[in-house]
């Protein structure tokens, strides 16, 4: 169904080389007003696409981004449809286009980020690869279908073939509600069913999966002097089938906690709901033969996840985490992974 509704977007996008030409030839008697008209796309990108997507990401569901997407390039081409009848010429012959660049830009910010974000979450692990090269290839495939009979529709002019191009992504906004989504028992969790888990209270620091209680071990003061300095840890975590993963990760520590950040979808996010136990190392650049191994348990909540990875940006980089990352305005929600030690070995 992703595939489905993505290829609604695609067809529509391709239109800025097939439909939109002919549109502008028809208004001007040439394409010279095209490239103003691609500059205006190009502008409106640069300028807009961080911010809504950092606004959409906080207010609105992938669903929701969607369906707003794509209603967005139905419009676009609704607005020329509209206009076929009167056969406007010159300037005024390129305000629907016009409008119909601005929509269709406004559209893509708002639903190829959500669209692309939503396959970790549809796809198990093992296969996202092949699930994210299937997003491109079917929707390929399947706007090739479609611009044969738009291309068709083209020879006729007129408003049949704008008409057509609205009906398609309106179809598509339409069908968003029939995007499944993993059971509950299968497959991975949605980004907001995993976000729903982490609200909920923790188990006890002491519960462990085997039913035994340990006691948290106490970070001694020089393990304590190099957390809280820029050190970078290496978190190993549990993958299904029992292998290692890791990550080199940012921390900062809270009493005898040590805190790093990461988001919903990621494999360690996923590991860690699934099986807490974790190891962290900590091996001081400056002195590589000095070292510290972390062994203990997790509890995860989204509660102040953007502000820890501000805090530790800060720590580490001098900026804030959207000066840092400007790309990471399109991460999912943020997550406090919260590591109380059992067991702590080394020289540190």
């Known amino acids: 169904m992703l595939c489905c509704l993505y290829s609604c977007y695609l067809l529509g996008y391709n239109q800025l080389y097939l439909a939109l ?10 394409q010279a007003a095209l490239g103003w008209l691609f500059a205006l796309s190009s502008l409106l990108v640069v300028l807009l696409q961080l911010p809504l997507t950092r606004w959409s990401t906080r207010r609105l569901s992938p669903r929701a981004c969607l ?7 139905a419009a676009g081409f609704a607005a020329v449809a509209a206009a076929a009848p009167l056969r406007l010429t010159g300037l005024p012959g390129l305000v629907p286009a016009a409008l119909f660049v601005l929509l269709l830009a406004l559209g893509q910010m708002l639903l190829v980020p959500a669209a692309r974000a939503l396959v970790p979450d549809l796809a198990e692990d093992r296969h996202l690869g092949l699930h994210t090269g299937a997003l491109s290839s079917v929707s390929g495939l399947a706007v090739l279908v ?4 738009s291309g068709s529709l083209l020879d006729r002019g007129g408003a049949l073939l704008w008409s057509f191009l609205a009906a398609v992504p309106l179809l598509g906004a339409a069908a968003v509600p029939l995007l499944r989504t993993p059971s509950p ?29 340990h006691v948290s071990a106490a970070l001694s003061d020089q393990l304590k002097q190099v957390i809280d300095g820029p ?11 029992g292998s290692p993963q890791l990550s080199v990760v940012w921390v900062k ?5 040590v805190l790093m950040s990461t988001t919903l979808g990621r494999q ?34 989204t509660e102040g996840g953007q502000e820890l990875i501000d805090e530790l940006a800060h720590k580490y980089t001098g900026r804030t985490y959207a000066e840092f990352n400007p790309q990471g ?20």
């Open 146 to 149: 479609g611009s044969s009979v």
């Open 21 to 30: 030409p002919a549109e502008v030839t028809r208004a001007t008697g040439s």
């Open 329 to 348: 305005v399109t991460d999912e929600e943020r997550v406090v992974v919260r590591i109380t030690p059992r067991k702590i070995t080394g020289r540190l």
């Open 67 to 73: 369906a707003g997407g794509l209603l967005l390039l």
């Open 185 to 213: 028992g299968g497959g991975n969790a949605t980004a907001a069913r995993d976000a729903e888990s982490l609200r909920r209270a923790p188990a006890p620091p002491s519960a462990h999966p085997t039913g035994r209680t």
């Open 268 to 301: 360690k996010a996923k590991n860690l709901g699934r099986d807490p136990r974790v190891t962290v190392c900590v091996n001081p650049a400056d002195d590589p033969y000095v070292y510290a191994e972390i062994r203990g348990e997790v509890t995860m909540t």
């Open 231 to 241: 050190v970078f840890a290496t978190v190993a975590t549990i993958q299904p089938d």
């Open 253 to 257: 520590r809270d009493g005898d906690d």
